[in-house]
């Protein structure tokens, strides 16, 4: 990847800097996007010391006029790009009743709409070889109750992830997904007690081996990879069989609920970030 430019949404904390970190140890030069200046100015820093190269890039990617511009501005100041990886993200858990329609359509603006326009904006940009990587969730692959939105939002992602693979076919830039199930940062340890006990029933990830499956998707053009891949053959099967999945569903949720209190009886250490991937 040497002198290749990789854009990473969602890159001051959790996976996003995971991604950024080993995208410049392997010699790119990244762009790490975030809304937060000062958490943004910490990544750039440490990718730096370990002698990366990185520029942050603030903004928020609700604001869909300054993500439109974003292709434009990184090619000015690199000279090229050729890697997305579309991480930012948003998650309001519970009931939709207990949340607002603005607050459940900022989830979308986050997790779709914005990878979108991304994906758009950077078509006259992503040089030969390159290539658009989505973090879904294994959310998309079969609903999570309490969050109708972002498991909406995740599936879409994956569905437009493999749709614009068509449209990006002929410049052979790669469209590819990455699906994990919990990963262990803040955007769900911060308030275990929010989160579903049916996400607690599978076993977590950490953000590097999502980041090592980013750069998968990357180096060997895989479409999609899930973690861990017996969830994600699990989340197939519940898809595909929602009356089977409808059966064991308490099992699980049993299983998690077990797990989860396990996690919080150790105080749990990883992960404070809050409710937004990479905020």
Same mark, same amino acid.
């Given at each position: 990847?040497?002198?290749?430019?990789?854009?990473?949404?969602?890159?001051?904390?959790?996976?996003?800097?995971?991604?950024?970190?080993?995208?410049? *140890?392997?010699?790119?030069?990244?762009?790490?996007?975030?809304?937060?200046?000062?958490?943004?100015?910490?990544?750039?820093?440490?990718?730096? $010391?370990?002698?990366?190269?990185?520029?942050?890039?603030?903004?928020?990617?609700?604001?869909?006029?300054?993500?439109?511009?974003?292709?434009?501005?990184?090619?000015?100041?690199?000279?090229?790009?050729?890697?997305?990886?579309?991480?930012?993200?948003?998650?309001?858990?519970?009931?939709?009743?207990?949340?607002?329609?603005?607050?459940?359509?900022?989830?979308?603006?986050?997790?779709?709409?914005?990878?979108?326009?991304?994906?758009?904006?950077?078509?006259?940009?992503?040089?030969? +070889?390159?290539?658009?990587? !989505?973090?879904?969730?294994?959310?998309?692959?079969?609903?999570?109750?309490?969050?109708?939105? !972002?498991?909406?939002?995740? *599936?879409?992602? $994956?569905?437009?992830?493999?749709?614009? *693979?068509?449209?990006?076919?002929?410049?052979?830039?790669?469209?590819?997904?990455?699906?994990?199930? @919990?990963?262990?940062?803040?955007?769900?340890?911060?308030? @275990?007690? +929010?989160?579903?006990?049916?996400?607690?029933?599978?076993?977590?990830?950490?953000?590097?081996?999502? *980041?090592?499956?980013?750069? $998968?998707?990357?180096?060997?053009?895989?479409?999609?990879?899930?973690?861990?891949?017996?969830?994600?053959?699990?989340?197939?099967?519940? !898809?595909?069989? @929602?009356?089977?999945?409808?059966?064991?569903?308490?099992?699980?949720?049993?299983?998690?609920?077990?797990?989860?209190?396990?996690?919080?009886?150790?105080?749990?250490?990883?992960?404070?970030?809050?409710?937004?991937?990479?905020?």
């Amino acid at each position: 990847m040497h002198q290749k430019v990789a854009l990473v949404t969602g890159a001051s904390t959790g996976i996003g800097l995971a991604v950024a970190k080993k995208l410049a *140890a392997r010699g790119a030069k990244v762009a790490l996007v975030a809304r937060t200046r000062t958490t943004l100015d910490d990544a750039v820093a440490a990718i730096t $010391r370990a002698g990366g190269i990185a520029e942050a890039f603030p903004l928020d990617v609700k604001d869909l006029a300054a993500v439109e511009k974003l292709p434009a501005a990184i090619v000015e100041r690199f000279g090229r790009l050729d890697y997305i990886v579309h991480n930012a993200g948003l998650n309001h858990r519970g009931s939709i009743a207990k949340h607002s329609a603005t607050a459940l359509a900022d989830i979308i603006a986050v997790n779709l709409t914005a990878p979108i326009v991304l994906t758009r904006a950077a078509l006259p940009f992503l040089g030969r +070889d390159g290539a658009n990587v !989505y973090v879904a969730s294994l959310a998309g692959m079969v609903p999570v109750p309490g969050e109708a939105a !972002y498991s909406a939002s995740k *599936a879409g992602l $994956r569905a437009f992830a493999r749709a614009a *693979a068509d449209d990006f076919a002929a410049a052979n830039v790669h469209c590819g997904v990455v699906s994990p199930g @919990p990963v262990s940062t803040g955007f769900i340890l911060n308030d @275990p007690n +929010d989160v579903a006990d049916l996400v607690f029933s599978q076993p977590m990830v950490s953000a590097e081996e999502v *980041a090592a499956a980013v750069l $998968r998707c990357i180096d060997e053009r895989v479409d999609e990879i899930a973690l861990p891949t017996r969830s994600g053959a699990l989340a197939t099967a519940a !898809y595909l069989f @929602p009356k089977i999945a409808a059966k064991i569903r308490p099992s699980l949720e049993k299983k998690g609920r077990a797990a989860k209190e396990k996690w919080m009886r150790g105080g749990g250490s990883e992960g404070k970030n809050g409710a937004k991937n990479g905020d």
